[in-house]
């Protein structure tokens, strides 16, 4: 038997597997995290890492050239048992890993940090770490990005575990749509059958009770032949008819047995094949009553022999002056039959059980737009109950706002086409994205009602929106990065050009930055460029750009600037707002910045950047803290 420890252990690998990812060939979609990573953290060495039984192997990585290590000697083992953010400042300092064989020697690692990625279920199956051959300290902003970055790969990871398992549900619900329509189809024609079937009997019979007044013998044997149960009695409530499946029915035979005891001497019950028929409610006696029958359920329980379901059907009978004669009932075995449906509703409730536990929106619209069915996810999406969704119009259930934006994908399917689209819903206090898609159920050609399938798009949207946040962002300022600028910019001239409106390029640089960094170390200068980034965010226009191109360049895009006074103005104001001291972490710190203008009426990129450039270094030539502003004459178009 397993201990708890090893069954945890299987229990993590098995989802490993499950990912069909191992020992796969290398993808851009995690190599761009690596790169990402390495970049992000300033550290040659980023993996994705995936902890096998007796192996570590790297479906991505930077700056380490090897598929796989054996698992004793991988750090990532480590971070996978902890399942938490595993940070070693200084490798040779931690007795678990110093001689470890990548550690030891004069360019061994000697710092990693490992994020734990976990499966849909939970389970722990690798790591995104980072890895220097210095020892580093790693910061709560560090060990943030590194957590959200890792739950990117996780979500990359997972992905097509999401997407199997989103087209099996979509594959299993048009299967069983499949095959109860094919029930369905099938039980109707045997009901149908069944039908006919009893008209035909009847119709038999009642030519059997017409021939009766001509030829008594023709009628007993055409009631001893019949399928169709025959009872009839006289005036006086006495048994005169009771024919072969009659006989069979009750396993009894006709007998002078008073009416009042018929119930129990002839084992008859209700519908529900339990409550004994009293006698008010027998057919037959019913029908001498005057009553006519149709379709009347009852249930014959004989001891020792399957219970048979049946309908009744009767009347009285009179005499050709009217006279009270008797009556007679017909009794059909609807046994099978009554089976047939107990079968559909055990298929609805398969259906519906696996509906409910779908995570996704299933329902059916009929033409008049009310709801057919709705499973239990609406209830926990947007807080209705299917049961009331069940026989209203979409307005009537959800709401004038839910209706809406869908009208035009659901008139569009009563046309006869499938449509997609995605909403933005805030319900019960969440924001969720949902990817609908409407699906006509035709038949005959003709539009019978519309399937609709809503899934949670919330988590790969998000996804998207942080990939083109750092895709255009610099991740130590938060300002735009080189490439966002390089895009601005370009729009800017674009508008420029259109409005005749002149435009200026400011480029920026931090005196003696080089000496911060220096003396008083990384994370003070970092800090420093972050409080000179808010400072210059805070006093340009909000309709100006402020980006970061490297190190302690900045650059400001100013659109719809009248003049070059106007530049100069703004330089002063720049200047002002740096004059005022640093205070980082608990140091005081005087900052000064240099900076060139470039001022055009009819700008080009690459003459408005040059001369930006130039009136930069005018600045620092002049002696710093200073501002130069060069005007170039209208570029050609």
């Given at each position: 038997?397993?201990?708890?420890?090893?069954?945890?252990?299987?229990?993590?690998?098995?989802?490993?597997?499950?990912?069909?990812?191992?020992?796969?060939?290398?993808?851009?979609?995690?190599?761009?995290?690596?790169?990402?990573?390495?970049?992000?953290?300033?550290?040659?060495?980023?993996?994705?890492?995936?902890?096998?039984?007796?192996?570590?192997?790297?479906?991505?990585?930077?700056?380490?050239?090897?598929?796989?290590?054996?698992?004793?000697?991988?750090?990532?083992?480590?971070?996978?048992?902890?399942?938490?953010?595993?940070?070693?400042?200084?490798?040779?300092?931690?007795?678990?890993?110093?001689?470890?064989?990548?550690?030891?020697?004069?360019?061994?690692?000697?710092?990693?940090?490992?994020?734990?990625?976990?499966?849909?279920?939970?389970?722990?199956?690798?790591?995104l770490c980072i890895l220097d051959l210095q020892p580093r300290d790693f910061g709560v902003a560090e060990r943030r990005m590194l957590r959200d970055l890792a739950q990117m790969v996780q979500d990359e990871l997972n992905r097509r575990v999401v997407v199997a398992a989103r087209d099996a549900a979509q594959q299993a619900l048009r299967e069983l749509n499949a095959q109860l329509e094919k029930r369905v189809a099938e039980r109707t024609c045997e009901l149908h059958a069944k039908n006919e079937a009893l008209e035909h009997e009847m119709r038999q019979r009642a030519a059997a009770e017409n021939a009766l007044r001509q030829k008594q013998e023709l009628l007993d044997a055409v009631l001893e032949s019949v399928e169709v149960a025959v009872v009839a009695c006289n005036a006086q409530g006495q048994l005169t008819l009771f024919n072969r499946a009659a006989r069979e029915f009750h396993d009894l035979d006709a007998s002078s047995t008073p009416a009042a005891e018929w119930s129990s001497h002839y084992s008859l019950y209700g519908e529900d094949g339990v409550t004994p028929l009293a006698e008010s409610e027998i057919p037959l006696l019913r029908a001498l009553h005057g009553e006519r029958i149709s379709n009347a359920a009852m249930t014959i329980g004989v001891p020792g022999r399957p219970a048979r379901h049946l309908l009744a059907s009767g009347r009285p009978i009179a005499g050709a002056d009217g006279e009270p004669m008797g009556a007679v009932v017909a009794m059909q075995d609807i046994t099978e039959l009554a089976a047939s449906r107990s079968r559909i509703v055990e298929s609805e409730e398969w259906l519906r059980t696996i509906a409910d536990n779908v995570p996704a929106l299933i329902a059916y619209i009929d033409t008049d737009l009310r709801y057919r069915f709705a499973n239990q996810r609406y209830q926990e999406w947007f807080g209705v109950r299917s049961e009331h969704m069940v026989g209203k119009t979409v307005p009537e259930a959800m709401g004038e706002a839910f209706y809406e934006p869908r009208r035009a994908a659901l008139a569009r399917c009563l046309s006869g086409h499938g449509s997609h689209l995605e909403i933005e819903e805030q319900r019960r206090g969440r924001t969720r994205v949902i990817s609908s898609t409407y699906l006509p159920h035709i038949r005959d050609g003709v539009v019978q009602g519309i399937y609709v399938l809503s899934t949670d798009a919330t988590s790969a949207r998000e996804y998207e929106r942080q990939l083109h946040a750092l895709a255009h962002s610099d991740h130590l300022t938060g300002l735009p990065n080189r490439r966002s600028y390089e895009e601005r910019l370009t729009q800017a001239i674009a508008r420029s050009r259109r409005s005749a409106m002149p435009l200026a390029l400011c480029y920026l640089d931090v005196d003696h930055f080089k000496q911060i960094n220096d003396t008083l170390g990384h994370a003070v200068g970092d800090a420093v460029l972050r409080e000179f980034a808010k400072r210059l965010s805070g006093t340009v226009r909000s309709t100006d750009t402020v980006a970061r191109l490297a190190g302690d360049e900045f650059v400001i895009v100013l659109e719809q600037v009248g003049s070059p006074l106007e530049c100069q103005r703004v330089a002063d104001k720049l200047l002002e707002a740096i004059r005022p001291s640093f205070q980082i972490d608990g140091r005081t710190l005087d900052v000064t910045c240099s900076m060139g203008f470039a001022w055009c009426p009819r700008p080009e990129l690459a003459a408005l950047t040059h001369a930006a450039d130039d009136a930069l270094y005018q600045s620092k030539r002049a002696g710093r803290n200073q501002s130069s502003v060069l005007v170039l004459a209208a570029c050609p178009a």
């Open positions: 038997m397993l201990s708890q420890q090893e069954l945890a252990e299987e229990q993590r690998l098995n989802a490993l597997h499950s990912l069909g990812v191992l020992d796969t060939p290398q993808e851009d979609r995690f190599d761009r995290f690596t790169r990402l990573a390495s970049a992000a953290f300033g550290v040659p060495i980023a993996l994705v890492s995936l902890v096998d039984n007796n192996r570590q192997w790297f479906k991505s990585g930077v700056g380490f050239h090897v598929c796989e290590t054996p698992r004793d000697i991988a750090m990532c083992s480590h971070t996978v048992a902890l399942d938490e953010l595993l940070v070693v400042s200084d490798t040779l300092a931690d007795e678990r890993f110093r001689d470890f064989p990548y550690v030891r020697g004069e360019k061994g690692i000697r710092f990693y940090a490992g994020q734990p990625l976990h499966s849909l279920d939970g389970q722990p199956v690798g790591t």
